[in-house]
């Protein structure tokens, strides 16, 4: 069992920055795929980003790719996304989700890889 605590959302004005985290216990954060996806009113989840569990790949939906960063600290047990130039269209509740299988990272743009999921952070960004 792993629990995700998400952090560190908020309102920002576009061109601003903001750095999320996520708080992982209770099992196995160091040897998982991390994934940051998001949601918003009305609209699908969709794929934000994800990392391996030795931080050795990182992949990004195209429409973050160049803004947003993923990282993690596994001796910290957290992810981060950290997000620059924010856009209008970047407001969404921010998840994250802990893959455990081995080979998760190659489906990592597919939510049902994942084993477990945070509640939620939420990122309202104002033009």
């Known amino acids: 069992q792993v629990q995700l605590v998400e952090s560190g959302g908020g309102l920002v004005q576009a061109g601003g920055s903001l750095r999320l985290s996520c708080a992982a216990s209770?099992?196995?954060?160091?040897?998982?795929?991390m994934g940051w996806f998001r949601q918003a009113p009305g609209k699908e989840r969709e794929f934000v980003a994800a990392i391996s569990w030795s931080a050795g790949r990182m992949d990004y939906a195209d429409s973050v790719k160049g803004r947003f960063g993923i990282s993690r600290d596994n001796g910290k047990n957290t992810v981060y996304l950290h997000m620059n130039n924010l856009k209008p269209e970047d407001s969404a509740v921010y998840c994250c989700a802990a893959a455990t299988s081995l080979t998760a990272y190659s489906r990592r743009t597919d939510p049902a890889r994942y084993d477990y999921w945070g509640q939620g952070t939420e990122v309202t960004v104002s033009s």
């Open positions: 209770g099992g196995a954060f160091s040897r998982s795929t």
